[in-house]
């Protein structure tokens, strides 16, 4: 029997059920709070699924929203405003997955890809909930992140009671999620473990390592000595950690050991299941955050139902809890759900923030204006041009900086070049690429690129970023003009002393260059430990450093044309 009590909410009474018990097909129970209003009558209820604990998400009652820097900002508190959910008059229903926090099972590796997916446990929580007497049969979802993967995997399962869903900053393509152009991001380390801002998964007994299910111990050892062969790998402590650990964070460890795209990460891509969902789908997302609006463009674009497709603006982290977006959330669900006209399907199916104008443009697809790819081209004294450079190696001397690695010091080499002041609004909007042609002494090393507005007055905005290993340099099919695609799939050493084009995927991104401003482009192999971006974000949102020291030759020069490929808008948006 649940325990039920109640919530003075300002005012507002919230009746709480606690730790009801869903059953699983397979007899797993998952267990569930459950939050409504008063008064005893069924009404439309959201689901939110995740591995964070469902206690934590409780705090969304009494903690008020924190913003990046607050030292109270807590990454995995991301089920929404249970208080404003309840008064809209929904059922806020928050369960912890298989494995994790209150309920029962095994969660082994990437969203349970070595056990049942974790798809087919969203469809047996939605068919329970809809059979409740306090829910009415209508069934979404809520939360963000971790949350909203879960609700594209439920949806891809096609539970009859799911009338739609509301998707904000998922993450999809899992490789994409946890390797930026083959360079590992700490980030996931952060939400499984618990650091750096974020509590981390609720651990249990249940949760277990898909390498250690899945290989011998031989196997294992083998696979560990590869990885800790790598430079940057054995240069960075927690990574030491872990692959000799395995056992105290067995979700990073197998992160660590999967370093390439493959069947590991493919098995549960979201983006794989899309064909799959018939349901209305609302996708937002916020620029700044790379890879996730890649893969959320990128499940916009494979979806076949009614879909929406909501780019916002930096700063790049919500607030903890999260809040926002909750206006937009009602209006679709309450078309959706409650059946209430209120024209939310009228408009139009993309709307994207323009970061510089600070206006929305809207349209029918990505990008919502039609876009003419044009170059800008590296030249000598950090410039940026329309032109080419017309002198050859000899004259136009490559630039270059040598990267010691982090254990050595703390200084992180960057070049950067930037175009003449813009003299009229010049709006860029969709994906982009940059041809840097490098010569290094070592067999790898990374580029990263970061694109900024900079303004007269010295102030300055990330609008884009671009990763990628060396190692990870071939290109596949997907390549076309302005939006390159790497496989990922193996690692090709460079042969030192060779000078080689690196084509580097430009995340998608919208900005309007006003007058008087510049772009200036920046290339590193590490990056800076601080800057004005990078204290937007929990501690642990950087990039594995290079642990080799490597020397850096970019050549700029008649044969070597090193350039960005930017998208420029040519018509104005559709109504």
């Known amino acids: 029997m649940a325990d039920v009590t109640t919530w003075d909410a300002g005012g507002e ?305 919500q607030s903890r809890p999260f809040i926002e977006e909750h206006d937009k959330m009602f209006r679709w669900y309450d078309y959706w759900l409650k059946g209430i006209d209120n024209g939310v399907m009228d408009e139009p199916a993309v709307s994207v923030f323009v970061e510089g104008s600070r206006e929305r443009v809207t349209g029918d697809q990505w990008p919502p204006k039609d876009v003419e790819y044009r170059p800008l081209y590296l030249r000598p004294r950090r410039k940026l041009s329309a032109e080419p450079e017309l002198m050859g190696a000899q004259h136009a001397a490559p630039d270059g900086f040598y990267q010691a690695p982090l254990t050595v010091t703390d200084k992180v080499e960057i070049l950067s070049w930037s175009t003449e002041p813009f003299e009229v609004d010049t709006e860029l909007i969709g994906s982009g690429a940059a041809h840097i042609f490098a010569e290094i002494d070592q067999d790898d090393t990374n580029f990263i690129l970061r694109l900024w507005d900079a303004a007269p007055n010295g102030k300055r905005q990330l609008i884009t970023t671009g990763y990628l290993k060396a190692s990870h340099r071939e290109l596949d099919e997907r390549t076309t003009e302005g939006s390159p695609y790497h496989p990922h799939t193996r690692a090709v050493p460079v042969e030192p002393g060779t000078i080689e084009e690196y084509v580097v995927r430009l995340y998608p991104f919208a900005n309007t260059f006003k007058p008087g401003h510049h772009l200036t482009v920046e290339l590193s192999c590490d990056e800076p430990l601080a800057d004005e971006h990078n204290a937007l974000l929990p501690p642990d949102a950087f990039h594995l450093p290079v642990g080799r020291p490597v020397t850096h030759k970019i050549y700029r020069d008649a044969t070597h044309r090193s350039r960005l490929v930017l998208p420029y808008a040519t018509r104005p948006a559709t109504d």
């Open 13 to 317: 009474t919230i009746r709480i059920r606690k730790d009801l018990r869903a059953p699983m097909r397979d007899g797993v129970e998952l267990a569930l709070d459950v939050y409504s209003g008063p008064e005893d009558k069924p009404r439309p209820a959201l689901v939110a699924l995740s591995p964070y604990g469902k206690e934590l998400q409780a705090l969304a009652l009494t903690m008020p929203p924190q913003r990046r820097p607050s030292p109270m900002w807590d990454g995995c508190i991301e089920a929404g405003d249970i208080a404003r959910i309840v008064a809209n008059d929904y059922v806020h229903v928050i369960g912890d997955l298989r494995g994790s926090g209150a309920s029962g099972g095994e969660h082994i590796g990437n969203y349970n890809a070595g056990g049942v997916s974790l798809g087919q446990d969203a469809y047996d929580v939605i068919e329970w909930v809809a059979a409740q007497p306090w829910c009415d049969g209508n069934v979404g979802m809520v939360g963000i992140s971790y949350f909203g993967s879960m609700q594209v995997l439920a949806a891809a399962e096609r539970p009859p009671h799911l009338k739609a869903i509301f998707v904000s900053g998922g993450h999809y393509d899992f490789y994409e999620t946890t390797y930026h152009g083959g360079i590992m991001w700490f980030m996931p380390r952060a939400a499984r473990e618990g650091r750096g801002g974020d509590s981390g998964w609720a651990f249990t007994d249940g949760v277990k390592s898909r390498m250690l299910e899945t290989f011998s111990p031989k196997e294992v050892q083998e696979r560990v000595a590869r990885r800790l062969a790598d430079p940057d790998v054995a240069a960075w402590p927690n990574l030491v950690h872990v692959l000799n650990y395995p056992k105290n964070h067995e979700a990073w460890f197998d992160i660590v050991l999967n370093e390439l795209d493959g069947e590991w990460y493919e098995e549960r891509n979201p983006i794989n299941l899309a064909e799959n969902i018939d349901i209305p789908v609302w996708l937002q997302i916020d620029q700044g955050r790379g890879w996730t609006m890649d893969g959320t463009i990128e499940l916009f674009d494979a979806l076949k139902g009614p879909k929406k497709l909501d780019i916002g603006s930096y700063p790049p982290m």
